[in-house]
């Protein structure tokens, strides 16, 4: 249940600005379930029966925004943290904010690349949750050459600090001018920092993580910083399963 103040939910129905609802409020002439309002009170728009002046009112249908944004390191997946520098809805210009956005699937602070804000809450619990099984996709590069025996294990899995951590696919990438090695991991789950613990538990240290691609959407053209929305046809890319590579 998501409950708001019942000022902005009157507000919200475009009756009134919030201000003259709290004086509707306090003049008596709002009921919540057959009981008169007071100051305060937050109720739940979707299933809560609100009257003004014997009035019903009901909950604007608004359409659902969702974004794409090229999250750069450093900076959170949260509405608000007092140890970040900057969070990805700072990010989000004035023109695209929306108090509703949400991450459907986070990226640690220190990671980068594709991540999707939604006021979606539907398609926000399928990207996010693992019975979703959308798989996304990362380049990752760690500080030493991949020992072909940790392949198997990776994806076997393994208990770390009492989380059963596991990789779905992992792909040797060529060598470049970095030191080190390259790789590709594949995820249709994801635990809390995933991807760096169960690769430090073969003492691999993790040194750039990125997210290129969720479901079938590749992360292009969008730089580091910037934010877009999503149409309609690419949000059911999200949904999709990844064309094999």
């Known amino acids: 249940m998501t409950s708001v103040k019942l000022q902005k939910f009157m507000a919200e129905t475009g009756l009134c600005s919030r201000r003259e609802a709290e004086n509707r409020i306090r003049e008596g002439r709002v009921e919540v379930d057959g009981e008169t309002a007071t100051i305060g009170d937050r109720i739940d728009p979707d299933a809560a029966r609100v009257r003004v002046d014997g009035r019903i009112l009901r909950p604007r249908q608004q359409a659902h925004r969702t974004l794409v944004v090229n999250k750069p390191r450093r900076c959170v997946c949260t509405h608000r943290d007092p140890h970040a520098e900057r969070t990805v809805f700072d990010l989000v210009p004035p023109s695209l904010r929306d108090d509703r956005l949400l991450c459907a699937g986070r990226l640690d602070k ?122 309609g046809p690419e949000i059911k890319r999200l949904l999709a399963p990844p064309r094999s590579s």
Do not use: M
């Open 110 to 231: 220190d990671s980068e690349g594709l991540v999707v804000l939604s006021t979606d809450g539907d398609l926000v619990q399928q990207l996010a949750h693992p019975t979703g099984r959308i798989v996304k996709r990362y380049r990752v590069r760690v500080q030493r050459p991949l020992e072909e025996g940790d392949i198997p294990k990776l994806l076997r899995g393994r208990t770390v600090e009492g989380d059963w951590l596991q990789f779905d696919r992992v792909v040797l990438l060529p060598s470049n001018s970095h030191p080190g090695c390259e790789l590709e991991v594949h995820l249709s789950h994801g635990r809390k920092r995933e991807i760096r613990r169960l690769l430090q538990s073969f003492g691999y240290l993790v040194k750039r993580l990125e997210r290129f691609q969720i479901g079938g959407y590749r992360l292009r053209g969008l730089a580091r910083g910037q934010v877009r929305p999503l149409r």
